[in-house]
């Protein structure tokens, strides 16, 4: 009788012996990840507004090697070599800002979520035209603890050619 009891008592007190000895669950982020989320921000504008573009520098500083970028109009960007070519088909950029409107998360992944603007010329554009927009990125924080980019959707606010005529969705 003494050895179900044992056994009884055991098999109540092993969930929660094993649940003691998991992980705990990941913290929210902490000030200085968000700050460094910010700082990484700011560089990619500084390269985006440099007089001489280095297309190159600016999409290995802000997305990881297989990253996936989702622009409007446009099918699924996945690594540094296709954002970077779609980054040249799209004109010359100018002005370029971001605001980030929330920086959340846990652990080693956070989300942003922003606005952004910027002068843009499409080849063969007469002339520039002006943008805004809003972003959501998914940071990833890496092994030397940066973080970058492993998922991005933008879409602009100005309307799409034709959209005039369409009728309202429901």
Known sequence: M????????????????????????????????????????????????ASTKDWDAYVRTDYTEDAVVLPPNSPALQGWDAIKSYILTEGTVSDFRVEMLEIEGR??????????????????ASGPTKDTGKYIEIWQKQADASWKVIRDIFSSDLPTHGTADMPPRR
Do not use: H, Q, W
């Not at 109540?12 to 921000?41: H, N, Q, W, Y």
């Not at 652990?107 to 063969?124: F, H, I, N, Q, W």
């Open 2 to 49: 003494k050895c179900c009891r044992a056994y009884s008592l055991l098999a109540v007190l092993m969930p929660f012996a094993i649940l003691g000895c998991g992980s705990s669950a990941p913290t929210g982020l902490t000030d200085a990840d968000r700050e460094a989320i910010r700082k990484r921000a700011d560089a990619v504008v500084s390269i985006a507004n």
């Open 107 to 124: 652990g080693d992944l956070a989300y942003v979520r922003g606005t952004y603007s910027m002068t843009v010329t499409p080849p063969g």
